[in-house]
T-cell receptor, first 113, second 112 residues
Framework: EPEVTQTPSHQVTQMGQEVILRCVPISNHLYFYWYRQILGQKVEFLVSFYNNEISEKSEIFDDQFSVERPDGSNFTLKIRSTKLEDSAMYFC???????????FGQGTRLTVV | DQQVKQNSPSLSVQEGRISILNCDYTNSMFDYFLWYKKYPAEGPTFLISISSIKDKNEDGRFTVFLNKSAKHLSLHIVPSQPGDSAVYFCAASSGSARQLTFGSGTQLTVLP
């Protein structure tokens, strides 16, 4: 069964450092998303991406964040200068062009120290 | 901002019985609702969805009911199995916006 894959599964970084979280969405999907879940809190929407541009973003997705689809298969989330409060599980998801159901990857646990 | 609320943080059910998980929403613009299941250290797994033009959708052991006037939906699992033990999230979206707004989740434990 096709699935969304994320790497790495766990990333530890020093405060102020840049991190790139990587995702390979399901191959025939055209919408891509990043969500995050801070420990003990809800899953929160960050950004959606379609046709090589951001289609929606939340207030969390500030100038520290950026997304890119550098080639035909990868979708990345970059955090330019990490803060302690960026520590969370980050989930990538994708959906078909006509579908609302988003399929999620297993997540990357980001720990900022 | 609690547009999607799951008021029960946990639920325990005996194997073979029915599990009923509840979700309330406040945003009347939501027109599509989904349930996800999540095991520890994994991402949310899509279970079942329902459009606001319907009041019921069934898929095997899973049935979702939508009461638009009450802004309430529920997920019924019958019969419940120990493998169903997980956190269940209710989520909603509106119109062409594809972002999902999630509830806080309910931990379901199915006792053998």
């Amino acid at each position: 069964e096709p699935e969304v894959t994320q790497t790495p599964s766990h990333q530890v970084t020093q405060m102020g450092q840049e991190v790139i979280l990587r995702c390979v969405p399901i191959s025939n999907h055209l919408y891509f998303y990043w969500y995050r879940q801070i420990l003990g809190q809800k899953v929160e929407f960050l950004v959606s991406f379609y046709n090589n541009e951001i289609s929606e973003k939340s207030e969390i997705f500030d100038d520290q964040f950026s997304v890119e689809r550098p080639d035909g298969s990868n979708f990345t989330l970059k955090i330019r200068s990490t803060k302690l409060e960026d520590s969370a599980m980050y989930f990538c998801a994708s959906s078909e062009i006509g579908g609302t159901e988003a399929f999620f990857g297993q997540g990357t646990r980001l720990t900022v120290v | 901002d609690q547009q999607v609320k799951q008021n029960s943080p946990s639920l325990s059910v005996q194997e073979g019985r029915i599990s009923i998980l509840n979700c309330d929403y406040t945003n009347s613009m939501f027109d599509y609702f989904l349930w996800y299941k999540k095991y520890p250290a994994e991402g949310p797994t899509f279970l079942i969805s329902i459009s606001s033009i319907k009041d019921k959708n069934e898929d095997g052991r899973f049935t979702v009911f939508l009461n638009k006037s009450a802004k309430h939906l529920s997920l019924h699992i019958v019969p419940s199995q120990p493998g169903d033990s997980a956190v269940y999230f209710c989520a909603a979206s509106s119109g062409s916006a594809r972002q999902l707004t999630f509830g806080s989740g309910t931990q379901l434990t199915v006792l053998p």
